[in-house]
């Protein structure tokens, strides 16, 4: 036997006259099924944000979802029976599995009853003599469809994630392996991506790579601790690394980073520069690796790649780049090794303040004449001239090879 449509809450609309013209109305959209569906699932990829923006569900699989609801509802209005939202409960599985948010999956039911409303007050607009109780009824019946369908397609969209929790964390394992190693793309997309991370699908990102013994993360808790901190973040355990992709919004936010990793560290960290498309992760995970090598002791814990275009350079081949420096850093072979860094790290302040020497003398706490004498030095063994461009580019670039690579 047929049971009741509408819950008890809802209201009731009596009239035989009025029933029957919404029937009407049903059987009429049921022999237009195809035609609805596309006009849904087009209202849909318009309108939704994600869907706008994206193809996170190709559009024959819009439709085709759109199409079974569709039919499930005006079949339960034609023929006057409770809802069956089954077709929702299907689809929320779905979604989950395909990754999309259920906000946007949310949102789209929204826009799909608001337009199958659409085209059934057209249709009722169409005919003569319709009954105004049935305009009220049909209405009622739609709205009270998309809340019980929305209802089932949510419960079921969060079991089915629930479900897959502990299937995700192995699969999470795996994307960000991939993503470290620039293997990804070829299959996922970048919303996609991030989405599993469950990181935001725009930088900026930064990759932390931190000294570990085998077997063992070198900086334990550290994503329940960053989240903590409002901050999201992807961590894998390399044989000799632990590494994670960290979006930072700003630079506080990363000085925040920071100044946990560095608290948190027993060994060295290395710190990419900044960077917003997840597909340049590998190379970012290249740069903060290149902070970790030359030797342990020097320099502080935690060391963030600067990104300029010199230390790019520098390490864009690193076995290149050491065999074509190597003749500059040899004249500095017979000085200790603290003599040779005193000369570099000379250099390298001059440079930075546009080589003045009286600003290098006061940052490094000595007379002008002195960081002139040191200058000369590199003169000498190098026999190359700080006043000529072009050795002042040789220098600078073997300086800094040598700094991150040797």
């Known amino acids: 036997m047929a049971s009741r449509l509408l819950e008890p809450s809802l209201p009731r609309m009596d009239g035989e006259r009025a029933r029957r013209q919404v029937i009407e109305v049903a059987e009429a959209l049921c022999a237009r099924i195809d035609e609805l569906a596309t006009a849904v699932a087009q209202a849909i990829t318009r309108e939704v944000t994600l869907y706008r923006a994206t193809e996170p569900v190709p559009f024959e699989r819009v439709v085709h979802g759109c199409a079974t609801n569709i039919r499930s509802v005006l079949n339960a209005i034609s023929a006057g029976t409770e809802f069956d939202p ?210 342990p002791d020097r320099g502080p814990r935690v060391t963030q790649f600067d990104g300029s275009i010199l230390s790019t350079a520098a390490v864009s081949a690193p076995e290149v780049m050491v065999k074509l420096a190597m003749p500059i850093i040899q004249c500095f072979a017979e000085l200790t090794v603290d003599e040779r860094d005193v000369l570099f790290e000379t250099f390298r302040v001059w440079l930075e303040n546009d080589g003045s020497l009286r600003a290098v003398g006061e940052l490094l706490f000595c007379h002008p004449n002195t960081v002139r004498y040191r200058l000369h030095r590199i003169e000498q063994r190098t026999g190359r001239s700080v006043t000529r461009p072009r050795d002042v580019a040789e220098l600078s670039l073997a300086f800094e090879v040598h700094r991150l690579l040797m």
């Open 86 to 295: 089954s077709a929702a409960a299907k689809l929320g599985i779905e979604r989950a599995r395909d990754g999309v948010p259920l906000a946007a999956v949310m949102e789209a039911y929204r826009v799909g009853f608001r337009a199958l409303w659409d085209v059934a007050v057209k249709e009722v607009t169409g005919r003569a003599q319709m009954n105004g109780e049935a305009v009220q009824l049909l209405t009622t019946k739609i709205f009270a469809a998309q809340g019980i369908f929305t209802a089932a397609m949510t419960a079921a969209y969060r079991d089915e994630q629930t479900r897959r929790l502990v299937g995700d964390e192995s699969e999470r394992e795996i994307l960000i392996d991939s993503v470290l190693h620039g293997r990804l793309f070829e299959q996922w997309s970048i919303w996609e991506a991030a989405d599993c991370l469950r990181l935001p699908a725009q930088g900026p990102y930064v990759v932390v790579a931190a000294e570990s013994n085998v077997g063992t993360e070198a900086l334990p808790g550290i994503e329940s601790k960053l989240r903590s901190m409002d901050v999201f973040s992807a961590w894998q355990l390399l044989p000799d690394l632990h590494v994670g992709i960290v979006h930072v919004r700003n630079a506080k936010q990363l000085d925040n980073v920071l100044a946990l990793v560095s608290r948190m560290a027993s060994n060295r960290v290395g710190v990419s520069a900044q960077f917003d498309d997840l597909r340049d992760t590998a190379q970012a995970l290249r740069y903060a690796r290149v902070t970790l090598r030359g030797r």
